[in-house]
C-alpha cells in the first residue's frame, strides 16, 4: 500500500513554509499544559475535494479558531483510507496528528488482512462530527423509474447491469453490497479510483447506477444529470424534499449512512483530547458550518455525540455490523 498523492491546504497559512514547525504527521513534541502551542494537522485518507475531505474544511477553521492555533489539511490517499489512518496510527500521540476518517474505520479490519492497525486499539476516539445520508442514483436515461422498478429490472438483467463504486471498501462500494443484499440480487460492479471518476462515468452514462453520499449527488440530482431513486436514511433530507426514503420507496432494509469522526493516536493525553473534542463541537454549532452542510444534504452531529465516548461506542457497533455484512459477502481488499 501506498499513498498516491499528497496534497496540503492550510486554514489561515499562506504558504507552506507557515506550517514548517508542525512537520507532518509523526512529529511535534510531547503534548503539555500549554496544548496547543503549535500548528495542528488533520490527515484526511482521502482525495482533496471528496467528501471527507470536504467536511474536514468546513470543521477546521471554527476549530482552529477555538483552539487559537492554525489548522493544516494533508490529503494522503491510498487502499480505502489504510495509508493515511496508518500514518496516524504510528504518529507522536501528542495531540497535534489527528486524523478524519468516515465509515471505513469500521470496516478496514473486515476487509484488509494486514492493515497494519486496529481500530479500538491504535486510536483515541474525539466525536462524531456528521452522518451523511446515502442517495441511489442511476443514469438520466435509465430505465427504471421507481426504486422498485430499479429491483425488478436488476433481478431480470442482473448479468449485465453496471453498478459503480469508488473502490473497494469506499461507502459507495458498501452501500452497493447492502443493496444488493436488500435487494436479493448480485450484479457487474465497476470499481473506480474514487468517486469522482465513479460520477463522471454515471452521468456520462458509461455506467448504470450506484449508491453515493449526497455530498457528492445533490449537485447532479438538482440539475437533472442524474436520475434519483431514493435516500438510505430513516427520514427525507432537506434539500432534496422530493427524494423518498428506501422505506418510502419499498427498501426499508436497505438503511446507511456515512458517519465521519475524529481520532488521535491511542496514548494521547486526556486533557488533549477533550480540547479538541471541546473545539469540535464549538465548530459543529457554528452556524456557517450547519448551513455549509445543509446544502450537501447532512448536518453536524448533536453535541452528547460529538464526544469521545459517543464516537467510541459508535466505532465498536459499527465494527460489529460490517463485520458480518463483509463477511456474507466475500469480499476481501488485496
Known sequence: MRATSRMI?????????????????????TAGGGYPEQ???IVVPFSAGGPTDTVTRMIAEPMAAKLGTKIVVQNVEGAGGTVGAGEVARAQPDGYNVLMHHIGMSTAPALYQNL??????????VGLVTEVPMTIVARKDFEPKTLQDLVTYVKANASKVTLANAGIGAASH?????????AGVKVQEVPY??????????????VDFMCDQTTNTS???????????????????????????????????????????????????????????????????DQKVVDQMAKLGTAPVPAESATPQAHRTKLEEQLGTWAKVIADAGVKAS
Open 193 to 206: 479510483e474514487g468517486t469522482g471518476p465513479a460520477l463522471t462515468d454515471l452521468v456520462g452514462g458509461q
Open 174 to 182: 458498501l452501500c452497493g453490497l447492502l443493496f444488493q443484499t436488500a
Open 219 to 285: 449537485g447532479q440530482i438538482s440539475a437533472g444529470e442524474v436520475k434519483a431513486y431514493a435516500v438510505t436514511t430513516p427520514e427525507r433530507v432537506k434539500s432534496l424534499p422530493d427524494l423518498p426514503t428506501t422505506a418510502e420507496a419499498g427498501l426499508p432494509k436497505l438503511q446507511v449512512s456515512v458517519w465521519h469522526g475524529l481520532y488521535v493516536p491511542k496514548g494521547t493525553p486526556q486533557d488533549v483530547v477533550q480540547k479538541l473534542s471541546d473545539a469540535l463541537k464549538t465548530a459543529l454549532a
Open 116 to 125: 497494519g492497525y486496529k481500530p479500538l486499539e491504535s486510536f483515541e476516539t
Open 9 to 29: 491546504a492550510a486554514i489561515g497559512v499562506v504558504s507552506l513554509a507557515a506550517c514548517a514547525g508542525n512537520g507532518g504527521a509523526g512529529a511535534g513534541p
Open 39 to 41: 500548528n495542528i494537522t
